[in-house]
């Protein structure tokens, strides 16, 4: 089955790096798109970032525009988020999902993993 | 960017009750919708597609309709697991927008 697990969440002061890496198992994921989406603490979700099959496409929220940035490594199977300038509303729960076709819905969902931005 | 706006914010329903949630699109989507179950601690999980496909393995009594820019999600009779908050959300153009989501609460 599909199984997803996201790793690297941190406390880190803003203006900070931080990676989080997602690895997958259970399909082929050379073969489908993966998102990120976040949820802040008491707030609802909110999608972050996704990146085509092959790496080739990928698109954000225009609040991390420029500071955030998607990739994936078909060789490893683990898609990955660098965040740089962190600020303190990026703190939130971060979790990665396969996408279903073609940046469309999540079909599965990790466990998440938090980031904390905080001096 | 497409705004999803889900309504009510939160509801109070006894086991057993029909249960309603409406998203309203800011434009057309042409069904291109999704909902979602979320548990505090817990990841988010799929429960319809495309408007009205439930998704494998999730209970009938979740259903999905609407077209344009209104959509519903109805559970036909409320049970304890599915005390939780829903989130619509619209896809295949960026950035893919959710709901600001519904909370079910025992009454």
């Known amino acids: 089955q599909v199984q997803l697990v996201e790793s690297g969440g941190y406390v880190v002061q803003p203006g900070r790096s931080l990676r989080l890496s997602c690895a997958a198992s259970?399909?082929?994921?050379?073969?489908?798109?993966m998102h990120w989406v976040r949820q802040a603490p008491g707030k609802g979700l909110e999608w972050v970032a996704v990146?085509?099959?092959?790496?080739?496409?990928?698109d954000y929220v225009d609040s991390v525009k420029g500071r955030f940035t998607i990739s994936r490594d078909n060789s490893k199977n683990t898609l990955y988020l660098q965040m740089n300038s962190l600020r303190a509303e990026d703190t939130a729960v971060y979790y990665c999902g396969k996408d279903y076709a073609m940046f469309s819905f999540v079909q599965n969902w990790g466990q998440g993993t938090l980031v904390t931005v905080s001096s | 960017d497409i705004q999803m706006t889900q309504s009510p914010s939160s509801l109070s329903a006894s086991v057993g009750d029909r249960v309603t949630i409406t998203c309203r699109a800011s434009?057309?989507?042409?069904?291109?919708l999704a909902w979602y179950q979320k548990k505090p601690g817990k990841a988010p999980k799929l429960l319809l597609y495309a408007a009205s496909i439930l998704e494998s393995g999730v209970p009938s009594r979740f259903s999905g309709s609407g077209s344009g820019t209104d959509y519903t999600l109805t559970i036909s009779s409320l049970q304890p697991e599915d005390f939780a908050t829903y989130y619509c959300q619209r896809y295949y153009t960026t950035p893919l927008t959710f709901g600001q989501g519904t909370t079910v609460e025992i009454k």
């Open positions: 990146i085509s099959y092959d790496g080739s496409n990928k």
């Open positions: 259970g399909f082929t994921f050379s073969s489908y798109g």
């Open positions: 434009q057309d989507i042409s069904n291109s």
